[in-house]
């Protein structure tokens, strides 16, 4: 439980902006292109990308595994 306590703060610290793109997302965390978009398909899309909060709760529940 820690460590997801863990993850989701340094989620928040290192996501500052509103919205990201997959293409954002993966240079920030590091990601491979296909695990990024395989990980994020789900997560709705605005005109500017994909909203913080969305991306937080992905990356925070996806751990659960």
Do not use: C, P, W
Not at 12 to 25: A, D, P, V, W
Not at 46 to 57: A, F, Q, T, V, W
Request: proline share 0%.
């Amino acid at each position: 439980m820690t460590y997801k306590i863990e993850l989701k703060a340094t989620l928040e610290r290192m996501l500052g902006n509103e919205y990201y793109s997959i293409e954002e997302l993966t240079n920030l965390l590091g990601l491979k292109e296909r695990l990024a978009y395989k990980t994020f398909r789900k997560v709705k899309q605005y005109s500017e990308g994909m909203k913080r909060e969305d991306k937080i709760s992905i990356d925070y529940y996806s751990h659960d595994r």
